[in-house]
Each structure stands twice: as structure tokens, then as C-alpha cells.
């Protein structure tokens, strides 16, 4: 009994290995780093005061338009009042700001309506996760 024992442990130490190693080279493949999510704003350089206007971003991953992200919101101040915090914020938080939920009009095109109030220089911050992925670009719009 005590033979069988001695042939049974080098074997179970290998199967080990085995399954571990193969279980190792699918996590290295499975956490690889995504592709970055690209933002680029479409958006008016100027806007009219009471007028509505269109604030857009296309949103594509490796050349690809993203459909369905997970979070795209706007927030919209106007430059003299200073930008609101911005701290690790959710998009619940976010919308107790005033973040507005953008729509998908588009594959990989979100569309927010607004109208700006008074003339200004105005920053308009899109904060955008899809998946592992978040980005938080700005654009001025100067309104008169």
C-alpha cells in the first residue's frame, strides 16, 4: 500500500500543475487591457442664448462605435462659477448635480437638448463608462 502511495502523489502533483497552469494562461488572456474608449465632442463652437442646441459625442472602442454604454451623462456650468466637484462620484451623484442623461441616437452617437439660460463661456463635461473604461472630457462653448 505504501508503494501505490509514492506513484499516486507525483502523479496528483502533476495534474495539479497542469490544471493550474492552463487555468493561469486563461486568467493572463482574460485580464488583458481593453482597448480605450475615445470621445470626441460634437458640439458648436458658439450657441445662441435660448436657443436649444445639440451636445453630442461619438464614442468608439478600437475604431468601433460603442452602443449601449453604460453611462453617458453632461454636466454644463458656465466658466465664471467654477466647475462642480467631481470627486469619485457615481452617476447617481452625478445627476443630484445636474448631469443629464444622454440618449443613444446614433451606434456610438449620445445626444443631450440644451438651452443656455445667459451668455457666457460655458464648459460642457461628458463623463462616459463603459465597462472597465471611464473618461471625463471637456469642451468650451461660447454663448451670446
Known amino acids: 500500500m505504501f508503494g501505490q502511495v509514492k ?11 497542469l490544471v493550474t497552469g492552463c ?10 487591457m481593453p482597448e480605450m474608449i475615445k470621445v470626441q465632442f460634437v458640439v458648436p463652437e458658439k450657441a445662441t442664448v435660448q436657443e436649444p442646441v445639440a451636445l453630442q459625442i461619438k464614442l468608439t ?7 449601449a454604454a453604460d453611462h453617458v451623462q453632461f454636466q454644463v456650468w458656465n466658466e465664471l462659477d467654477g466647475a462642480p466637484e467631481q470627486a469619485l462620484m457615481t452617476a447617481e451623484d452625478l445627476k443630484e448635480l445636474g448631469a443629464l442623461d444622454a440618449m443613444e441616437v446614433d451606434k456610438g452617437l449620445y445626444e443631450i437638448q440644451h438651452t443656455f439660460e445667459e451668455p457666457g463661456t460655458y464648459i460642457v463635461q461628458v463623463h462616459v463608462t463603459h465597462g472597465a473604461m471611464h ?10
Not at 487555468?23 to 488583458?32: I, K, L, Q, V
Not at 472602442?61 to 452602443?67: A, R, T
Not at 473618461?135 to 451670446?144: G, Q, T, Y
Open 7 to 17: 506513484w499516486v502523489v507525483p502523479v496528483l502533483t502533476i495534474l495539479i500543475a
Open 23 to 32: 487555468t493561469g494562461s486563461e486568467n493572463a488572456a482574460t485580464n488583458e
Open 61 to 67: 472602442q478600437g475604431g468601433q462605435p460603442v452602443e
Open 135 to 144: 473618461s471625463m472630457p471637456k469642451k468650451k462653448i461660447i454663448v451670446e
